[in-house]
């Protein structure tokens, strides 16, 4: 079996992720998504830097560079091109699509009945600031991010008429969300292929609670709800492996505000001593195998 990783540089999760594969004796190539070439007619090819990306068994997807929407289209119709030709893409191409979009994922999330902050998403500055003085006191985020950068809480209306402002000049899209006072801890989940793998508590200094951002960490036994609204928010999604974070109100109320489908685990791994790396590694053989059985079977062959 042959493996490819897609990053852009190296790193801690990289390393975690190549070990793992090696140590059961899987060969790792690494490539990056901006170094994609695709040939179409006379046979199908997809390469990165040189290397033949369909002669691989599976791929696990752990970045995809901002850029133009034209960059963007072509880098996700490569993988669902590699997804067609037999290659196991983790995660998929389309629950990639789904996360990417921080509306689209509060909407999906909250059509399934999972509670979620109060939210309005728009173009227009005058609907912004409706939004802003209806609730109040608002966290305003990028459709698309990670690591709790970009994020601002705004609760006076001078600021807000500001940031607004600037906002549109720059033709952003306003996804405004009821802030939730949650005493600055977030719960973050980690779903691996259906199953809750480890739970943590993360407690900043302000309102923010990143591991990224010095978010001191705790491991926890989720709630039964918690895992319960992980897993579903997982499978609604079509994730292999989550993180999925949870607000709790202080009223109790228990709000999902993020499913991130190219997750960190350093944090996680940290303070709860698992490997996440060979759980994601354990999922990735197990897809990869099935996936090839039921092809052989489509084929009219045997199993291997």
């Known amino acids: 079996m042959t493996v490819g990783i897609l990053r852009s540089r190296e790193g801690w999760h990289i390393d975690q992720l190549e070990n793992a594969l090696k140590g059961r004796g899987i060969e790792v190539v690494k490539f990056s998504i901006t170094d994609l070439l ?41 993988l669902h091109r590699l997804e067609n030709l037999g290659v ?5 191409p389309s629950a990639i699509e789904q996360t990417v979009d921080k509306s689209y994922t509060s909407h999906l999330l909250s059509d399934a009945g999972i509670n979620t902050p109060e939210t309005v998403v728009c173009e227009r500055f005058d609907d912004a600031m409706a939004a802003f003085i209806r609730m109040g006191d608002v966290v305003v985020k990028p459709l698309s991010g990670s690591c709790g ?29 009821k802030f939730v006072d949650c005493g600055g801890r977030s719960v973050r ?6 199953k809750v793998t480890g739970a943590m508590t993360r407690t900043g200094s302000g ?17 039964a709800s918690q895992a319960k609204n992980a897993l579903r928010a997982a499978k609604i999604l079509g994730l292999d492996y989550a993180g999925v974070d949870f607000l709790v109100g202080d009223n109790g109320s228990e709000y999902v505000i993020e499913v991130n489908g190219i997750p960190g685990w350093k944090g996680l791994q940290k303070t709860t001593g698992v490997c996440i790396a060979e759980k994601i590694i354990d999922c990735v053989a197990y897809e990869t195998i099935e996936a090839k059985q039921n092809s052989r079977s489509r084929a009219g062959g045997m199993p291997a």
């Open 149 to 177: 950068l970009g994020i601002a809480r705004i609760s006076d209306k001078d600021i807000a008429y500001r940031v607004f402002r600037t906002m549109e000049q720059s033709r952003f899209v306003y996804y405004i969300q």
């Open 88 to 92: 196991r893409i983790i995660n998929r």
């Open 38 to 78: 695709l040939s179409i007619g006379g046979g199908a090819k997809i390469s990165s830097g040189g290397i033949d990306l369909t002669r691989l068994d599976a791929i696990i997807v752990r970045i995809i560079p901002l850029g133009s929407m034209e960059q963007l289209m072509f880098r996700i119709n490569a």
């Open 207 to 223: 309102w923010k609670a990143n591991f990224s951002k010095q978010a001191a960490v705790a491991p926890r036994e989720p709630s």
């Open 189 to 194: 989940i980690f779903v691996i292929n259906g």
